[in-house]
């Protein structure tokens, strides 16, 4: 089901299409959109400009319109949650799914961060301006 703020129709359908257990990948303008995702994946670019739209933005509008359930982000080269991870994980405190469950939060490095979201299951990838390295997240839907 689609609630919140957006208005963004290529966006609104892909989120439609989604259902419980598919992955959404939040790319920051470093990555490999054409090549980081399956095929079948919907792409939707917001990437107008160096800093337009920024990941945080994204995450903030993606998680009031569906359900998120869990969060892969890409690690540091030094296995840590980068700049934008942290604050993504500050403003999503709050959010809750099913039953009033919390975002369960995970980290993987780089390559495995890639063979993730090149999984059958990743239906969308969203191209922001963010140009703070490692600020990418796989979003899994869960239940309202």
């Not at 609630?3 to 990555?31: C, E, F, R, S, T």
């Not at 359900?67 to 980068?82: D, H, L, N, P, R």
């Not at 809750?96 to 999984?119: I, M």
């Amino acid at each position: 089901m689609i609630n919140g703020p957006l208005l963004h129709p290529p966006l609104l359908h892909a989120l439609a299409a989604a259902g419980h257990g598919a992955k959404i990948l939040v790319a920051d303008a470093l990555y490999p959109h054409s090549t980081g995702a399956p095929a079948t994946a919907s792409r939707v670019y917001l990437n107008l400009c160096e800093g337009m739209v920024p990941a945080q933005a994204v995450m903030d509008a993606v998680s009031q319109s569906v359900a998120v359930e869990a969060i892969t982000f890409m690690a540091t080269a030094e296995g840590k949650a980068s700049e934008t991870v942290v604050d993504c994980q500050q403003r999503l405190a709050g959010h809750r799914h099913g039953n009033g469950q919390t975002v369960a939060w995970s980290g993987l490095e780089r390559w495995a961060f890639y063979d993730a979201c090149r999984a059958p299951d990743v239906c969308l990838l969203i191209a922001t301006g963010e140009r703070r390295p490692y600020s990418n997240f796989l979003l899994t839907i869960g239940v309202p």
